[in-house]
Nanobody
Framework: VQLQASGGGLVQAGDSLRLSCAAS????????IAWFRQAPGKEREFVSV????????LYSDSVKGRFTISRDRAKNTVYLQMNSLKPEDTAVYYC?????????????????????WGQGTLVTVSS
């Protein structure tokens, strides 16, 4: 399984950005695909996740209402639309996937749930 994250860049506070995670090499019918982020000097934190077959989503409190996760099944791609960006959103954003059937929703926000990780894309938000 390969995950290719893209779309990062340098933006100003209040701007929007859309990240993409292109997935290949596996069967994603039962997958959950998530976004995590890691700011300099901080631990990796959960951002959002989507269940591939039914589109169920989960967001961290810090991004709820500003970020939207979606997927395009025809393109095997997951998107993270980020609006009203803040300097504290600055981080390397990683997409991750778990292909296990019926992953318990209570584990969706835990990094240990995910077996496959993309290379990360840097988002920098200036004030």
């Amino acid at each position: 399984v390969q995950l290719q994250a893209s779309g990062g860049g340098l933006v100003q506070a209040g701007d929007s950005l859309r990240l993409s995670c292109a997935a290949s090499g596996g069967s994603f019918g039962s997958a959950v695909i998530a976004w995590f982020r890691q700011a300099p000097g901080k631990e990796r934190e959960f951002v959002s996740v989507i269940q591939w077959y039914n589109g169920r989503t989960l967001y961290s409190d810090s991004v709820k209402g500003r970020f939207t996760i979606s997927r395009d099944r025809a393109k095997n791609t997951v998107y993270l639309q980020m609006n009203s960006l803040k300097p504290e959103d600055t981080a390397v954003y990683y997409c991750a996937a778990d292909l296990t059937y019926n992953v318990d929703r209570s584990t969706w926000s835990q990094s240990g749930t995910y077996d496959y990780w993309g290379q990360g894309t840097l988002v920098t938000v200036s004030s």
